[in-house]
C-alpha cells in the first residue's frame, strides 16, 4: 500500500473577488440616485406651522436664487423667463414659487409681475418645514 501524503489545502480566492467587484458595480449602477430636480441652490426661508397640502401634480415651478432664475429645473435669463411663461397654454395650471430668502424684494416683484401679465394666478410659494 501507498502512503498517502496530504496536500496543503489551498482556498482560491479569485474568484471570489470576481464576485464582490461585480456585485460592488451592480450595486453602484442600480442604485437611484437623487433626481436633479432643482437647478439652484437655494436658502429657503422655514415655516413653523403649516397646513399638509400634498404637491399638486403637474405642477410648474420657478426657482428664484440671488443671482440665477430657473424654470422646472432650466436656468433661464429674466428675458428668457417672459418666452417661457407665454407660452403656458394652461392658465390654471399651478405655479410653485422657491425664492431663496436672500433674494433681493425687486428680482421677486419682477417675477411676481410677470406671473401676472400672463395670467397664471394660481401660485404657491415654498418654503422648507
Given at each position: ?103 433681493k424684494y ?24
Amino acid at each position: 500500500m501507498k502512503k498517502r501524503t496530504r496536500e496543503a489545502l489551498n482556498i482560491e480566492i479569485t474568484p471570489l473577488i470576481d464576485v464582490v467587484f461585480l456585485l460592488l458595480i451592480f450595486f453602484m449602477v442600480s442604485t437611484v440616485f437623487k433626481k436633479d430636480e432643482l437647478a439652484l441652490l437655494l436658502n429657503l426661508p422655514k415655516v413653523e406651522k403649516g397646513d399638509g397640502q400634498s404637491k399638486p401634480q403637474q405642477s410648474f415651478y420657478i426657482e428664484l436664487g440671488t443671482d440665477d432664475i430657473a424654470v422646472n429645473g432650466k436656468k433661464y435669463s429674466l428675458e428668457q423667463v417672459d418666452e417661457v411663461l407665454g407660452s403656458i397654454k394652461e392658465k390654471t395650471k399651478p405655479v410653485e414659487l422657491r425664492v431663496d430668502k436672500e433674494v433681493k424684494y425687486d428680482r421677486l416683484i419682477t417675477i411676481l409681475d410677470k406671473l401676472k401679465k400672463f395670467e397664471l394666478n394660481n401660485l404657491s410659494l415654498i418654503t422648507e418645514q
